[in-house]
């Protein structure tokens, strides 16, 4: 593991500093990578959001604070109530609410839906606020842990991302996957980042535990 503290200084670079000053660096985008973006959800959008069982969300409170949740369940967790709307159950977690604070300081974020095996992407973005509405909570009343909370997405912006990040990485291929004993365990990695003092939990120790929750 690396230390910062023996690493060299470094001066600060420039940095660019205006719209016109990027662009001199990039070419711009081809008409197709313009024309991609939509305003609602489309056949193609829908569908995948249906076959999708993660995403990232991001999103920003009012002091400017980022913050990027990975979100998972089932194929379809995610509901489409339109061409406009999305539906995102709140699944139990560690209670800490970042996303959720954000969304209700700003009303905004953006999604990044993944299915695997599949090296495109779908990104939508949109306005966003947290309901406990009785009448929408009920759709997701079958859960084996129903949501407290949903957040509710209006779209603004939808479009399929091109698989290059996805080939690159070779996130779906199996023979660049690491043996998880190769890496660290959640609490040898939370022991050493909090200083907390105690029996530190196996990983499976951790996955009984997780059981209960998803």
């Keep these: 593991m690396s230390d910062d503290k023996n690493l060299p200084a470094l001066a600060l670079a420039p940095a660019l500093s205006d719209q016109a000053d990027l662009r001199h660096h990039y070419p711009w985008p081809s008409?197709?990578?313009l024309r991609k973006q939509?305003?609602?959800l489309d056949a193609h959008c829908r569908h995948f959001i249906e076959r999708?069982?993660?995403?990232?969300?991001?999103?920003?409170?009012?002091?400017?604070?980022?913050?990027?949740?990975?979100?998972g369940g089932d194929p379809g967790f995610v509901r489409c109530q339109d061409s406009h709307q999305i539906l995102i159950p709140d699944a139990p977690g560690n209670q800490r609410l970042d996303s959720l604070s954000n969304i209700i300081q700003t009303g905004q974020l953006g999604l990044l839906f993944m299915i695997p095996g599949v090296d495109e992407t779908l990104r939508v973005n949109g306005k966003a606020r947290v309901s406990v509405d009785p009448s929408l909570l009920a759709a997701f009343a079958g859960?084996?842990?129903?949501?407290?909370?949903?957040?509710?997405?209006?779209?603004?912006e939808a479009y399929l991302h091109c698989a290059k990040a996805l080939m690159r990485s070779h996130l779906w291929n199996s023979d660049h996957h690491i043996e998880r004993t190769s890496f660290p365990s959640m609490g040898e990695m939370l022991r050493d980042q909090t200083g907390m003092?105690?029996?530190?939990?196996?990983?499976?120790?951790?996955?009984?535990?997780?059981?209960?929750?998803?």
């Design 143 to 156: 859960l084996r842990h129903p949501p407290r909370s949903l957040i509710v997405v209006q779209v603004q």
């Design 52 to 71: 999708s069982p993660f995403l990232v969300l991001a999103s920003y409170g009012s002091n400017g604070r980022v913050d990027a949740s990975p979100r």
């Design 38 to 40: 939509l305003d609602r």
């Design 31 to 33: 008409e197709r990578a």
């Design 197 to 214: 003092e105690g029996t530190v939990e196996t990983r499976e120790a951790m996955l009984k535990r997780y059981a209960n929750d998803i």
